[in-house]
């Protein structure tokens, strides 16, 4: 079974201050990981994914994450938040041979001047 | 750049309706799927498909039907719609298990 849990569904932050956001996850098979991101009005769409390779994974508009397997997290990070990252950001997982990917109940984060 | 487009983007509709939701993808993938999204919550998946007439339930039970007659294709129906289902309706694609999956903007549906 798998499941995501995302700490805080609300993060605030400066401009210019680190952003974190926070998914842990469980799951029985290793996991592929990803996040993805969700502007008003919009679909979602991919950050970045984990799929067992290098465990920092590098994604788009300077986001990252880190797959801790003795956390089991996957947190995500940006050095300097910009007032354009203001969205709601969901993490997911799924597994080797499963078919569905399991998203959290997401994090919108908000940005201020 | 994803290709995959919904229609419509906003309805609203009377109770008893029947209304089918559209979803179109032209990146040739065999996976599709239907979610429903409320705020604060997980996405929950409702439908999906493996490919050509496959077709399955999700997690999350749903009066909707969907059909897969062609791989770009995937409607969802609501034979006679209520308030309960009132929700943004997303689709999405992928090409493969654990792969990347591709979001339509998602219809947002208000049944009085």
């Known amino acids: 079974a798998q499941s995501v849990t995302q700490l805080g569904s609300h993060v605030s932050v400066s401009e210019g201050a680190l952003v974190l956001l926070r998914c842990n996850y469980s799951s029985s098979v290793p996991p592929y990981l990803f996040w993805y991101v969700q502007y008003p009005n919009q679909g979602l769409q991919l950050l970045l994914k984990y799929t067992s390779a290098a465990t920092l994974v590098k994604g788009i508009n300077g986001f990252e994450a880190e797959f801790k397997k003795s956390e089991t997290s996957f947190h995500l990070t940006k050095p300097s938040a910009h007032m354009s990252d203001a969205a709601e950001y969901f993490c997911?997982?799924?597994?080797?041979?499963?078919?569905?990917?399991?998203f959290g109940a997401g994090t919108r984060l908000f940005v201020k001047a | 750049e994803a290709d995959i487009y919904q229609t419509p983007r906003y309805l609203v509709i009377g109770t008893g309706k029947k209304i089918t939701l559209e979803c179109s993808q032209t990146m040739g993938h065999d996976k599709m799927y239907w979610y429903q999204q409320d705020p604060g919550m997980e996405l929950h998946l409702i439908h999906y498909?493996?490919?050509?007439?496959?077709?399955e339930k999700g997690d999350l039970s749903s009066e909707s039907t969907v059909s897969r007659i062609r791989t770009e294709h995937f409607p969802l129906t609501l034979e006679s719609a209520r308030p309960s289902h009132t929700s943004q309706y997303l689709c999405a694609s992928s090409a493969g298990l654990q792969e990347t999956q591709y979001f339509g903007p998602g219809t947002r549906l208000l049944v009085l």
């Open positions: 498909s493996y490919g050509v007439n496959s077709t």
């Open positions: 997911a997982v799924s597994g080797a041979g499963g078919f569905k990917t399991i």
